[in-house]
């Protein structure tokens, strides 16, 4: 055995137990220790069965990604995978915590499984770029059936213990892990050989036979192609389940999962994996530690007042919404009832959970309402002086709260003045809608203490949240590089191209709707209304909005909507806008390549990326990545903007960018310095020296 492995008796069975921590990860040694220990016992008269479990939180929570990327050591998951399925004692794996990717595919292969209450099963590699590399697409259907292995390999959703005993993929759920399984072991050692996973086939027997029956499963699980390779693989590894013998099915999976794992996609998605996790750490002097605020109060009860409520209630945290107008909080409540009402209609939540998220929730009119509360987030409308005045106001009715403001824009170190107490300020930027979109901007203001800091991070994941710290600046890290992307939507329409042309260059790329169908959805007179506060103007999008085209609500916007129907149509009326204004203001048109759209939006934001970096508004490239990605829809496959530039090399970004700035005679595309000075190194963003953080 290896020092990661161990293998000790009870009576007739043995007890093989994994111990990897935090997440018994299959790195080479685990795997090396696993086949050691079934080899082991197949010629011990004494062991009669055996049982696969794992020490810490959680059952092997999959292949270690880590080592993904690098040459790979023997012996090689499917080959363990095989031992165990071959093994002549019968072997029960003691499933708890989460089992998931090659862990779960080791549990397909034992004879039995048995999990305690709360445990999650899932082959989440798609999430990863991948599909499951050992077995996953082959013995999953053949416990389960072909429609619940389809679903869980093609989203990655793991399932629940209940779930699991109900599809078969368990045989029982038990109290305890190891003294149940031993138990259960014992049982089934006296009921003869064990049957192997590979020969049950009664529940692929009729996909099996029936293409009708396989062309089905296929149109309902399988996503409409969106650029990923690795869904069309599942697809591809599942049907060979059904369709081949085993051990040829079991290769063509091998197969495509080598190809995935070797390509640019699964590096793309285990950069962001490591990303996500690096962007919620955080280097915080020695004895500070988070608080973990027990009650929340939000200010305002807007699409995003009410949405930020509804995330902590969904948490477990008692909350209390605050609005001046009874309409609005009556408005936002009903939102929220709404919200989890459509979860039990879905057969997402039981109504008992929804009774008990309303009872966390109380409501109130004045902002005295709040007191008690440990955690306040302020979401009222985006103007300096009312949210001076709550800041103010809160300072003496909650002495001791963290007060965080959910600002787009706004300057926190502003807001943050309004109080006696600057150090206890932290910007927390949820995204619409809050309790679906993942990214939360964790905004450290000048003063924010750490301990504040580190509240704040930990919050957002305890609301399931990937935060993200960020500097202040005007947009903070994405939106600042948003209105970089809106700026050039703009010149690229009056330069020749159409809302149709940009929107299919950048789904082609892999956003799921383009910029202009974006303006659409929300609404082409909130950023118009902004521009004329600053009295500022973007030709197109302000006569479309003065003609009365504000998007979607009016039918009209960048494109044209049948009455009910969301899909964005080109309008020849748009194209006559266009081609107007770009001769009243003396702009000669040309035809742009979907290739030169996605860079002429992409680069420059890009370049804001860089000089965001440089000024330590964000601490590292990936951060940004997490950033467009989770918050802005950037495709994962891609890596995030930072990312996509290293992969094109930043001496090709440099050199496009200096072509692009002189095509349009504008300063903002000149590479910025710490591009050019990393492409002179021939390094990456990645390599970017961080910015020294210093500790309030
Ligand atoms: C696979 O299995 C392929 C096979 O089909 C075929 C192979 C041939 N490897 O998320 P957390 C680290 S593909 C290495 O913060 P949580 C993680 O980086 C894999 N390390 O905790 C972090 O490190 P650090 C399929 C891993 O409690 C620490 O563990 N499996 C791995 O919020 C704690 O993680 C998956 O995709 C790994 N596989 O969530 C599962 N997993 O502390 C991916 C985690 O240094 N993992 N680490 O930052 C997860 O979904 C979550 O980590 C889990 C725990 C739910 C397990």
Redesign the pocket.
């Known amino acids: 055995m290896t020092d990661l492995v161990g293998c000790r008796r009870d009576r007739d069975v043995a007890v093989i137990t994994i111990d990897n921590p935090?997440?018994n990860?299959?790195?080479a040694e685990v795997r090396a220790g696993l086949m050691a220990a079934i080899a082991a016992v197949q010629d011990d008269p004494d062991v009669a069965a055996v049982v696969i479990r794992c020490a810490g939180?959680?059952f092997?929570?999959?292949?270690?990604?880590?080592?993904?990327g690098k040459p790979p050591l023997a012996p090689?998951?499917?080959d363990v995978i095989r031992a165990v399925e071959e093994s002549r004692k019968p072997v029960v794996a003691a499933l708890h915590?989460?089992a998931?990717?090659?862990?779960?595919?080791i549990a397909l292969a034992c004879h039995h499984r048995v999990a305690v209450p709360g445990t999650?099963m899932?082959?989440?590699?798609i999430?990863?770029g991948?599909?499951?590399?050992?077995g996953?697409t082959q013995r999953l259907p053949r416990l389960v059936g072909p429609d619940r292995a389809f679903a869980m390999v093609l989203t990655?959703d793991p399932i629940d213990a209940e779930t699991a005993l109900a599809e078969g993929l368990v045989d029982a759920i038990v109290a305890d892990t190891e003294a149940a399984a031993v138990a259960f072991a014992r049982t089934v050692a006296a009921h003869g050989a064990p049957v192997r996973t590979r020969d049950r086939t009664e529940k692929i027997a009729e996909a099996a036979a029936k293409p009708e029956t396989r062309e089905a499963l296929v149109a309902r699980h399988a996503p409409k192609a969106d650029g990923r390779e690795a869904p069309p693989a599942a697809v591809a590894a599942l049907c060979a389940a059904l369709t081949l013998p085993f051990d040829e099915g079991l290769a063509r999976e091998?197969a495509l999962?080598v190809s995935l794992?070797d390509g640019d996609q699964s590096a793309a998605y285990r950069h962001l994996?490591?990303a996500?996790?690096?962007a919620?750490?955080l280097d915080l002097p020695a004895g500070v530690a988070a608080r973990k605020p027990a009650r929340a109060a939000v200010i305002g009860a807007g699409t995003m007042g009410a949405g930020i409520a509804t995330c902590f209630a969904n948490a477990g945290i008692p909350v209390t919404m605050v609005d001046v107008s009874p309409e609005s909080l009556a408005r936002g409540s009903e939102t929220i009832r709404k919200t989890w009402a459509g979860a039990v209609a879905r057969g997402k939540m039981t109504q008992a959970e929804m009774d008990r998220r309303l009872g966390l929730l109380a409501t109130g009119t004045a902002l005295a309402d709040v007191a008690g509360s440990e955690v306040v987030v302020e979401a009222a409308i985006e103007e300096m002086t009312v949210k001076r005045d709550i800041f103010a106001t809160l300072d003496t009715i909650v002495p001791d709260a963290v007060l965080a403001t959910n600002t787009s824009y706004l300057d926190i170190d502003d807001i943050a003045q309004a109080t006696t107490r600057p150090r206890q300020v932290v910007g927390l930027h949820f995204f619409s809608p809050a309790p679906v979109m993942k990214l939360v901007e964790v905004v450290r203001a000048r003063e924010t203490s750490p301990e504040v800091l580190a509240t704040a991070v930990s919050l957002a994941?305890t609301l399931g949240k990937t935060p993200v710290v960020v500097g202040v600046c005007h947009g903070f890290v994405g939106n600042r590089m948003l209105r970089v992307r809106s700026t050039e939507v703009e010149r690229l329409l009056l330069a020749g191209a159409l809302p149709q042309d940009i929107d299919g260059a950048l789904t082609g790329f892999g956003f799921a709707m383009g910029p202009c169908a974006v303006g659409d959805l929300s609404g082409l007179d909130i950023a118009w209304r902004m521009r004329k506060a600053q009295g500022a103007r973007a030709e197109i999008a302000d006569r479309l909005c003065e003609a009365g085209r504000l998007g979607q609500k009016t039918g009209r916007g960048y494109f044209r909507y049948e009455p009910g129907s969301r899909t964005p149509l080109p309008d020849p009326e748009v194209e006559a806008l266009i081609v107007a204004t770009s001769q009243a203001l003396g702009v000669a048109r040309r035809r742009f390549s979907a290739d030169e759209i996605v860079e002429r939006l992409l680069l420059p934001m890009v370049n804001e990326g860089a000089r965001i970096l440089s000024e330590g508004i964000a601490q590292r490239a990936a951060d940004i990545d997490v950033i467009w990605v989770n918050g802005y829809g950037f495709p994962a496959y891609r890596g995030g903007p930072m990312y996509w530039a290293d992969r094109l090399g930043l001496a090709h970004v440099r050199d496009r960018l200096t072509a692009i700035a002189a095509e349009t005679g504008e300063p903002s595309h000149a590479p910025a310095p710490l591009l050019v000075d990393l492409a002179r190194a021939g390094a990456g963003f990645a390599d970017a020296p961080r910015p020294g953080v210093t500790a309030n």
Do not use: M, N
Not at 100 to 105: H, I, N, R
Not at 122 to 125: A, K, M, R, T
């Open positions: 935090p997440v990860a299959l790195k939180r959680t092997v929570a999959g292949a270690d990604i880590s080592e993904f090689l998951l499917p915590g989460t998931l990717g090659g862990g779960l595919e999650r899932g082959l989440p590699e999430r990863l991948l599909i499951p590399g050992s996953g990655g091998r999962f794992r994996f490591a996500e996790r690096e919620a750490r994941r």
